[in-house]
């Protein structure tokens, strides 16, 4: 998958600063997934259902 036009978000509650945070980008039928302190590390693509389910767990726990 071509992610050199990605539009990267984060949440708001990360600040300024960076942080530890997580970095999105939608795609059709897919979610693209990096650190944001490692922009060009690795990517995980997930799609939206399956991310939506590993939120819902992690914060129910």
Known sequence: MD????????????G????NC??????????????SKDPNGPVLLAPP????AALRTATSA
Do not use: K, Q
């Open 22 to 35: 997580v970095e999105l980008a939608a795609f059709p039928g897919m979610v693209a997934i990096r650190d």
């Open 3 to 14: 992610l050199t036009n990605a539009r990267w978000r984060r949440s708001s509650y990360s």
């Open 16 to 19: 300024s600063n960076g942080g």
């Open 49 to 52: 259902t399956t991310l939506r």
